[in-house]
Structures are given as structure tokens and as C-alpha cells.
């Protein structure tokens, strides 16, 4: 039996080859731009469109960016959207969908692919990230100037960002917590972090004054880079 | 009526002054020529037809009309027309001519009704002025060059005039101008005949830039020229966050000055890229990463010894994927540089760098997923071991998929790489419990962890 296999897998053996992909990134202009290669020299790509997207979270099943007026796909789907930012969570466990919340009428809706469906929600407080789980969402509001997860609190936090499988990314006084569902914690000395973007399930874009980092939050692998800035 | 609408003026610059009867060019030196700008108005407001414009030197020979539109010329109601009459003689003497604007007919350009004035000059006996060095001059146009000498420093030149002439000559005015530019001659000398006399100007830029100034010797004005320039920028100390550097990384560079700048400056730095493996030209990591460009620029406070690199107190840089030697190189411009102004640092040859390694399973297909870079360029030869569930090994497999990466690397700026290796195989695909994989560069073997397949 094993000669066999192991007979027509030296044969046949074959390889494919192409650049790694780290994510996609928001720049300084606004523009989503696809980042290729290693983290400490990675290379930014052409922008998708010539216009300015202001919520965009991506993930190995793909992206879902928001324009002042529309949410859309990579793949070219576009639909209508209330205006100002979102928050975006894409749902793992459906494929192509996710949840959306829009902060300036603090609206939410599920992201089916093709359509926004309204759901009803009722935070109970300013909205600041939401995360996809089996059968729903959970998501971390402020509230008496702490960051709450249901009943739990994380503390007081400038960004937040909720991250699959029960982490969480707070930048608050100069530093970015790592919080694992373990209650581990990994702390990064960065300032002026104005908010997180997902830009793939390994890599969360953080925007600070200074520049654009990417921090892998892959366990194990915890490190920022210096994202490639935008020649003018 | 020519003289009712036609009305003459000598222009100092671009101010004119009503023309009377007689005009003086004064005293011009022997050899000189001195140009006058004259105008025709027409006051009138009508067209006149200017015929005639002519010099008619009545004492010597000395006045000519150097430069003028061609007549009959056409003076619209309101307008002017200039035209230019220069003076030069060598015999020393006076000189007197008369100008002549007027309206005739074609057989008599210069009859009927003319506008004219008397045109004096005297020709003085010129000295002649030489420069010794340091200085350089005076050129054809009359220019004494003094160079370029460090700011708060002084420079003394000689100047001598020589009187050619056989009788003795009184140079006045002597004067020397400009805020740079000193002398401790007098205002006038007399140079008796066939002698020269000497005097020195002493230049002191108290800044670095250029500075300007007039040596009136008689008759002629000569130009003087002098640059002043800032000392130069202490040494650089360069600074980089750690003293290894390799491939796939960022590092932050900051830069100091050895001693406090004498002098606010700036300038750029930039980054070039030579890499050690021959099949690549370049890699487009390989910069200063917040930019995506290969240039900064630095500035320097006076006073301080701490340079900025884009308005910032350093700068990160990316050493890219490829071996090789990366350049640091300081341009101050004016403001040069004491000592070296670049920096290298080299990224050696590696074995391949692992980013992530993973193992899946297909129907009938084994998947082995490897990121990470070579940069010697030379990946390709690998073997696979397997082993079943229980970890026992069940075969090695060599492969060399070395054309594989050569024709991927042929699009690519870098050596980042995705590998999926993928084995067909027949029977069960869940006896296969796990991969390691050996890869192999130039540099040397790296090996993966053991991969478990689902």
C-alpha cells in the first residue's frame, strides 16, 4: 500500500508559486490598496477604484468596503448605503457575509452578499466594533468611558477592534493590547493609534498619526510593521 | 508741425528728462564708450513721420547713433520713439556734435522743421587697473572677482592703477561701496606720470550668501564680486537600531551631527540598492517605507546636532528581500559636509526565511503551503518527508521546482514567495499524518516544522 501511493506522489509531484498577499490596506488618501510580499518589505498595489473608502474590513473570504454612499465588493457588487462610516464584521462562518453597522444613524444590517437586510439592535451605548460568532454578532460599546462586551468591561480604550474567535485589540495611552480569548495579553508601544482596519484574518491595519502599521495577531507570530506609504 | 508735437528727452534709466539745447556726457575716459538713451514723444494727436535722426559731429570725432528703429518711422499719437547715440574717442580732448530729429521730404530727410541739441563730451585721460590675487578681474564687463571665502572671514585683494600718460593724473572719485567690501585709500590720488599706485579692498562676508559692491576709479565703475559660505556640517554619526542587519526587515536609521551646525541647514538623504545576486537588478522593498520613495530630506537646526529625516526625529527604512549592499547618502548642497556623507550596510546571503508552513489534505491530493523569501534567488531543491498517523516515516520525497521559482521570479521585485506543493496520491489519504520539509538555497538548508495534515 504504500509503495504504491508514495510511487505516483513522486511522479506527479508539482508546485505553485505566486507572491503572498498580507491584506489590504486603507492609505493616507483613502484609497484600498492590496499589500503583497514579505511584512518588513511588503509592496502596496494599485488602488481598487479612484475614490475614497472609508470602512473596509477584509478576510480570506474577501472584502466588504464602504464609500460615503455604498457598501461593495471587490467582486464589483454595489449597493446603496447610509452615509458616513461603518462598522463592518465579516461573518466566518457564512461566506461573503457580514454584519454592518452604520454610525451615523446607528443602523445595523446583515450583509448577505448581494443585499443589506435592516436588523433590529438596540447597543445600549456608542457602538465601536462588532465581531461575527456562531448564530450572531457581539460588539463592544462605550460606555461611562469604559469599553463593554455585554457585561464585561475591557477598560478604558480610544480604538477598538473585536477580533474572530474572542480577542480584541484596544489602543488606549500610547499602547496596543493584544487581548486573547485566553486572557493572555501582548502589549505594542505605539502612539496616536486613531483606529484599526482588518485588512485580512492574519493582518489588522493601525492607523496612527505617524504612519500605517500592521500588526499580525496570528498567535505565535505577534509582531507590527511599518506599512508602505503612498509616494507623491 | 514737428516741433508742435514732437518733443525730445534724455532718459537716465527709464525716467526721462525734457531734452534742452545742449546735453553733456560728461567726462568719459580715453578708450570708453558711453551709450544715451534718447526719446521722441509724439504729443500730438496725430501720426508723425519721423524722417530724419542723424548725429553731425561738429568737434572731433566722437558721437554716432548706435542704435535706433529705421526711418521713416511712424510715431502713433501719444507714443515715443527711442533711439541710442554712444560716444567714444581715444584723443584727449573735447568733442561736440549736434542731433537732429525732423520731419522732411524724401529727397530732404533732415529739412524742413528739426528738433536738435548740442551733444558735449570730453575724453580724459583713463588709468589702468589691475587685480592682483586672490582676485580675479576686472573682465570685460568690468567685473573684480573675489571668490568664495568662509563666512566671518576676510579677504585682502591689491588693486594698482597705473597712469600710462605722460603727465601726472588725478584719479577721483576713489570709492569703494558695498556692505561686504572696505578700503582705507582715499577718496582720490595722483599718479605721476608713467607710476601706479596701490591700495587694497578688503572683502567680509559676515554671511553665506553672495555680496556685492563698486570700485569707482574716475571715471569708471567696476563691479566687485564676493561669496561668503557657511562652514561646513560637522561629521555625521549615523545611527541605526540594531548592528545586525538582515533581508525582511525594517529598520530605523536616525542621524546626528558630530558637533552643533554652524548654520541652519538642509538637504536630502537617499537610499540606493546594489544586490549581491547577480540574476536580480533590484528590489523595490528596498526603501524608506512610510514614503515608498528612495529620498528624504533632513534638516538641521543651527546650533543642534540632531538632523531630521522627513520632519521626523528618524526614519524606517525596509531592507527588502534580496542580499545585497544598501547606501545611505547625505547631499547638504551649499552647505557641504565634513567627512564621509554616506553609509552602507550589507544584508548577507541566508538560508530561505520561513514566514508560515501548512499542511492540507484534498481528495486524493496532499497540499503543502510554505511562505517566505530566499533571498539568494536560488530555491528550488526540496525533499518532503512523510510520515503516517503514528509518526512513522513512510517515504522522502525529493523535488526540484528550481524552474518553477527562476520563471516566478522573473515577475517579481522581490523573493517573497507562496509555495503550495501539492501530491497527487491514490489509496488513503488519511494514512498521511504529517510533512517536514528540507529547503535548500545557496546560502545553506532550512528546515520546516513538522506539518500535521488534518
Known amino acids: ?232 | 508741425m514737428l516741433d508742435a508735437q514732437v518733443v525730445l528727452y534724455s532718459l537716465n534709466g527709464i525716467a526721462p528728462s525734457l531734452l534742452g539745447s545742449v546735453y553733456g556726457y560728461g567726462q568719459v575716459a580715453a578708450g570708453d564708450s558711453m551709450i544715451v538713451r534718447f526719446r521722441a514723444l509724439n504729443t500730438g494727436a496725430t501720426p508723425v513721420t519721423i524722417t530724419c535722426l542723424s548725429i553731425k559731429n561738429t568737434t572731433g570725432v566722437g558721437f554716432s547713433i548706435v542704435n535706433s528703429s529705421s526711418t521713416p518711422f511712424v510715431v502713433a499719437a501719444g507714443q515715443p520713439m527711442d533711439f541710442f547715440v554712444g560716444f567714444s574717442a581715444t584723443a584727449i580732448t573735447s568733442y561736440a556734435a549736434t542731433l537732429q530729429v525732423g520731419t522732411g521730404t524724401s529727397t530732404d530727410a533732415c529739412g524742413g522743421t528739426i528738433e536738435s541739441a548740442i551733444l558735449l563730451a570730453t575724453v580724459v585721460p583713463a588709468p589702468i587697473l589691475s587685480v592682483a590675487a586672490p582676485c580675479i578681474g576686472p573682465d570685460a564687463n568690468r567685473n573684480i572677482s573675489f571668490g568664495r571665502i568662509l563666512q566671518g572671514t576676510q579677504e585682502a585683494c591689491t588693486l594698482s592703477i597705473l597712469n600710462p600718460f605722460p603727465q601726472a593724473l588725478t584719479v577721483s572719485p576713489l570709492l569703494v561701496t558695498g556692505a561686504a567690501f572696505t578700503t582705507i585709500s582715499g577718496n582720490a590720488v595722483t599718479i605721476a606720470a608713467g607710476q601706479s599706485t596701490s591700495f587694497t579692498i578688503q572683502f567680509s562676508p559676515a554671511t553665506g550668501s553672495a555680496f556685492s559692491g563698486t570700485l569707482t576709479v574716475g571715471t569708471r565703475t567696476y563691479t566687485l564680486l564676493g561669496t561668503g559660505f557657511s562652514p561646513p556640517l560637522s561629521s555625521l554619526v549615523w545611527n541605526f537600531d540594531s548592528t545586525k542587519i538582515g533581508s525582511g526587515e525594517q529598520h530605523t536609521l536616525s542621524l546626528q551631527l558630530s558637533a552643533p551646525a554652524t548654520v541652519s541647514a538642509a538637504g536630502t538623504m537617499t537610499l540606493t540598492f546594489i544586490p549581491s545576486v547577480k540574476t536580480v537588478t533590484g528590489d523595490a522593498a528596498v526603501r524608506f517605507v512610510a514614503t515608498s520613495t528612495r529620498i528624504a530630506s533632513f534638516a538641521v537646526n543651527i546650533g543642534a546636532t540632531v538632523i531630521t529625516l522627513n520632519a521626523q526625529p528618524n526614519i524606517v527604512f525596509s531592507t527588502g528581500t534580496t542580499a545585497g549592499t544598501i547606501t545611505f547618502t547625505v547631499d547638504s548642497g551649499i552647505y557641504g559636509l565634513s567627512g564621509s556623507p554616506s553609509t552602507s550596510v550589507t544584508t548577507s546571503p541566508v538560508p530561505i526565511v520561513l514566514a508560515s508552513s501548512a499542511a492540507t489534505s484534498r481528495a486524493n491530493v496532499l497540499d503543502v503551503v510554505i511562505s517566505g523569501f530566499d533571498n539568494t534567488y536560488s530555491i528550488g531543491g526540496m525533499s518532503f518527508a512523510f510520515v503516517d498517523r503514528s509518526g512513522a516515516p513512510i517515504a522522502s520525497i525529493p523535488a526540484d521546482f528550481s524552474t518553477d521559482f527562476q520563471t516566478f521570479f522573473k515577475g517579481q521585485t522581490g523573493s517573497s514567495f507562496l509555495m503550495r506543493a501539492s501530491f497527487p496520491v491514490t489509496g488513503d489519504v488519511s494514512q498521511v499524518g504529517g510533512v517536514t520539509v528540507v529547503l535548500n538555497n545557496a546560502a545553506g538548508v532550512v528546515t520546516t516544522p513538522s506539518l500535521k495534515f488534518p
Open chain 1, 1 to 232: 500500500m504504500k509503495i504504491l501511493l508514495f510511487g505516483v506522489m513522486t511522479v506527479c509531484a508539482w508546485a505553485q508559486i505566486e507572491s503572498p498577499q498580507i491584506g489590504i490596506m486603507l492609505d493616507v488618501n483613502g484609497r484600498a490598496r492590496p499589500v503583497s510580499g514579505a511584512p518588513a518589505a511588503a509592496v502596496a498595489g494599485a488602488p481598487w477604484f479612484d475614490g475614497a473608502v472609508i470602512s473596509l474590513a477584509c478576510s480570506a473570504q474577501g472584502c466588504v468596503a464602504k464609500t460615503d454612499s455604498a457598501l461593495f465588493t471587490p467582486a464589483g457588487v454595489v449597493v446603496d448605503a447610509p452615509p458616513g462610516a461603518a462598522l463592518i464584521a465579516l461573518d466566518p462562518f457564512s461566506t461573503g457575509a457580514a454584519y454592518v453597522y452604520f454610525v451615523q444613524s446607528g443602523r445595523l444590517a446583515r450583509w448577505t452578499g448581494s443585499e443589506l437586510l435592516p436588523m433590529d439592535f438596540v447597543p445600549g451605548g456608542d457602538v465601536l466594533s462588532l465581531r461575527a460568532v456562531a448564530g450572531g454578532f457581539e460588539y463592544a460599546v462605550e460606555r461611562d468611558g469604559e469599553v463593554w462586551i455585554g457585561g464585561k468591561s475591557l477598560g478604558a480604550a480610544n480604538s477598538v477592534l473585536l477580533l474572530d474567535g474572542g480577542g480584541a485589540l484596544l489602543a488606549n495611552d500610547g499602547q496596543v493590547r493584544l487581548l486573547r480569548s485566553d486572557g493572555t495579553e501582548l502589549d505594542f508601544a505605539i502612539t496616536g493609534v486613531g483606529g484599526f482596519l482588518r485588512m485580512s484574518n492574519q493582518y489588522v491595519q493601525v492607523i496612527t498619526d505617524a504612519g500605517m502599521w500592521a500588526l499580525d495577531v496570528e498567535s505565535g507570530h505577534e509582531q507590527m510593521f511599518l506599512l508602505p506609504g503612498v509616494s507623491h
